[in-house]
């Protein structure tokens, strides 16, 4: 199995130079590229025949037209602007395959990365003595900790708030986990990060909220520095710390969680939802992205891949809030500002988001749901008399079509698994 890890380097001045020099050669070959593919995409809207540039046909561009005009390329690895115009081209065929948006130009001082590579994957020549590190055309560099691996083909530099960080790819074996593990269901949330169907509760760590006045105060402190100035980079240097400071404090909570889940257990349910439709409300949308709902899906994908575990998406109409996880009664309706459930036939009160856990874990592919209470069985309509209950009303009215006794037994029989 194929892993990767993130390391920060301690650079001296000099490598912190070479570093920059680095991601702006590979920032420059990008932008280059980026504009002579969209220059060729404008001349093909009136002249098919023209063929779109492959990245080897661009690099053959970079070496005859920007090189030779511009000898500080040759300052740095001939890695670096080669796996740029790659990325690149990249980037393209998956916005044509509708996958992400248009590439943009890259600007520098954001999300400064470039490539290194040395030797072959058989005879590997980017080497760790287990403190430091032997990158080529830089040398000897130090490592706040040991990699798993004392050599490698290649890696990727990048700089986060004025840290550098090296990242490796390494092949390791699946760890031994035990045989006879349960299944779990999750239930994200915004109150508590997520509630387990087993009762454990993984608190929300809300480190963007907890931090939104110090990142208001810096944000007000940059806005009133003179462009270009000393003082703005500083303050620039302080805001980026803290955007940091705040997304790992995030990170720290979901790894811990998905490793928990895919570690100890065998199966894990958790609901498929619509991230970009949460964020479309605004009222939601920052406590929401605080969450890093996407983050945590993403890391149990390869960690329930690495420790043999499978991972159940839940299909997004399911609704496990509004189903009581004793009887399997499927009630009205619940608004977000209910927090206990409480069911309207067995008078089971548990808390809304346990309860959805519950519901998700005995969740299976094709199940039934039954209508609700407060939906109408007959073809004919509502019945003459009946309305709709109202939110304060805790039992749906019952329509003169339905027979309470029937509907409980078909309850029993069609969700056997909830109760």
């Known amino acids: 199995m194929l892993l990767s890890i993130k390391v920060e380097l301690i650079p001296n001045n000099k490598q912190i130079s070479a570093f920059k020099k680095a991601s702006g050669i590979a920032r420059h070959a990008y932008n280059w590229a980026n504009a002579i593919f969209k220059d060729t995409l404008q001349l093909r809207s009136t002249d098919k025949s023209i063929k779109l540039p492959s990245s080897i046909d661009l690099h053959k561009r970079l070496v005859a037209e920007v090189k030779t005009v511009n000898p500080w390329y040759y300052q740095t690895n001939k890695n670096v602007p080669q796996k740029a115009i790659k990325d690149l081209r990249t980037a393209w065929d998956r916005f044509f395959k509708k996958l992400a948006q248009q590439p943009r130009f890259k600007k520098k001082g954001k999300f400064d990365s ?40 290649n890696c990727v530099i990048s700089r986060t708030a004025d840290k550098w960080f090296i990242a490796i790819k390494y092949e390791v074996e699946k760890p031994i986990v035990e045989a006879d593990r349960p299944s779990i269901g999750v239930d994200i949330g915004i109150k508590e990060l997520a509630v387990c169907s087993n009762g454990k509760v993984f608190k929300n760590p809300k480190a963007y909220r907890r931090m939104s006045k110090r990142l208001k105060h810096l944000q007000r402190r940059l806005s009133k520095k003179k462009l270009c100035s000393n003082n703005r980079k500083k303050a620039v240097s302080r805001l980026a710390k803290l955007h940091a400071h705040i997304a790992n404090i995030r990170k720290d909570a979901i790894h811990k969680l998905t490793t928990y889940l895919a570690k100890n257990h065998s199966i894990i349910k958790i609901e498929d939802l619509s991230i970009k439709a949460f964020l479309r409300n605004h009222r939601l949308a920052g406590a929401i992205a605080d969450c890093g709902m996407h983050d945590f899906k993403r890391q149990l994908e390869y960690k329930t891949e690495k420790f043999s575990s499978k991972l159940i998406l839940v299909e997004r109409m399911f609704p496990s809030s509004q189903i009581c996880s004793n009887c399997g009664n499927h009630r009205h309706k619940m608004p977000l500002k209910e927090r206990i459930f409480i069911c309207p036939e067995c008078g089971h009160t548990e808390d809304r988001d346990l309860n959805a856990s519950k519901n998700i874990e005995r969740w299976f592919e094709g199940i039934y749901i039954p209508i609700r209470s407060d939906q109408t069985v007959s073809s004919t309509g ?30 029993c029989l069609d969700l056997g698994s909830f109760g």
């Open 382 to 411: 509502i019945a003459c008399g009946v309305d709709k209950p109202f939110n304060r009303q805790i039992k749906a009215t019952l329509k003169q079509e339905v027979n309470t006794k029937t509907n409980y037994v078909q309850l």
């Open 114 to 153: 470039f490539y290194l590579e040395s030797g072959s994957k058989t005879k590997p020549k980017i080497k760790s003595d287990g403190k430091r590190i032997k990158l080529p055309s830089i040398g000897w560099v130090r490592l706040t900790e040991e990699l798993p691996v004392k050599a490698t083909h």
